[in-house]
């Protein structure tokens, strides 16, 4: 390779990997920032301090959804499958909020009763994607 | 093995030929496109006619059979883009840099459509339009380099610094790529991991897969067919005072 080329080659490679690196840096002094919402286990670890709104993430736990009557309040349980805690939440839900399924929460953790009083409710969607036909026959509905 | 390779370095030097380049994207460009209208239609069809609805999001999740391929085309053309800029600045390829600069915009078309396909999918799906996550951010960020890419072209009067300049910007933006592919694995995110999977079996319906990977193939056809229409216009605009281009 004529002398040149491989000088220019070498250029590449430095501007590659430098701003390789100082993204790398900048990723990883944000890391836990990044993440979109703290699981049960990890809130219940390193309890975020009181009136911070936090997101909180997992699965709406099988059983423990209850709608208050006559109002828009509904209580349920975020669990990872290890820890749980009990979220309240006044509002519209999204169409995906089932029991079992994925949600993400925003609101202010209370360590002192390990609850949640969330203003935000999304759905999160898992990548399956099955006719429905086929899951209502495998059901037997 | 040496006369591939020897037929190989013809066509790569043939590409660096602009007479080469304008006749034989003028023979490919009708034939691309109507090849290209085959399985665009037919995914894009099956796909919404005829696929079946899915049993948790229900009619809504036919908007993957744009938002996938779109999202898939939008982070290939910034590779082929990277391997451009590589061969711009080593080897002061002229036709690289044409490269970049006609497909900077396509690109930035379908990271867009990427993005909106994606937000009205979110708002009934989510329940909400936009979060800042890991994936949405990224494919944001893959959206600003491409309009930085075409913006810094265009402040440029003279095309060699112009090519050299923006192949270093995108290298610096190639960064972004695994970024955006590795997002959803190493952080926790609200958009979900893929539901293709090479290695092992994809977690969508074969009756759903087919229709998407028909219009995959749909927009990368089309991706490739307005690439060699947006290059062959750049060369005119490039040479259109030369000898060759007058006497066509």
Known sequence: MIKIRRNRLYAVLFIVSSSAVAVGLVL??????INLFYSPSELLESGPLKNKSIRIGG??????????????????????????????YSGILPDLFKEDAGVVATGYYDKNNNSFQAFEILA??????????????LEGK | MSKILKKFITFYHKLGSYP????????????????????????????????PTDYK????????????PAASVSQSIYYTMT??????????MKMAGIFI???APIGASFTFLALIS???WGQPTWGTWWIWDARLTSTLVLFIFYIAIISLYSSFSEKKSADQAVSILTLVGAVNLPIIKKSVDWWNTLHQPSSIKLTESSTISLEMLYPLLLSIIGFYLIVLLSGLMAMRAEIAKREINKEWFKSL
């Open chain 2, 20 to 51: 080469w380049f304008y006749k034989f994207s003028g023979i490919a460009i009708p034939y691309v496109a109507f090849i290209s209208l085959i399985p665009l239609f037919i995914g894009l069809g099956w796909g919404i006619f005829y696929s």
């Open chain 2, 101 to 103: 600069k006609s497909m």
């Open chain 2, 83 to 92: 391997i451009a800029a590589i061969v711009s600045m080593i080897w002061r």
């Open chain 2, 118 to 120: 994606g937000s009205i």
């Open chain 1, 124 to 137: 999160k969607h898992d990548e399956n994607y099955e006719p429905k036909e086929v899951v209502n026959a």
């Open chain 1, 28 to 33: 990883i002094a944000l890391n836990q920032n």
């Open chain 1, 59 to 88: 699965l709406v736990e099988k059983g423990s959804l209850n709608r208050v009557s006559d109002s828009l309040e509904v209580n349920f349980i975020i669990t990872d499958l290890k820890e749980k805690v009990a979220v309240k």
């Open chain 2, 57 to 68: 999001q229900g009619d809504v999740y036919r908007i993957i059979y744009m938002h996938v």
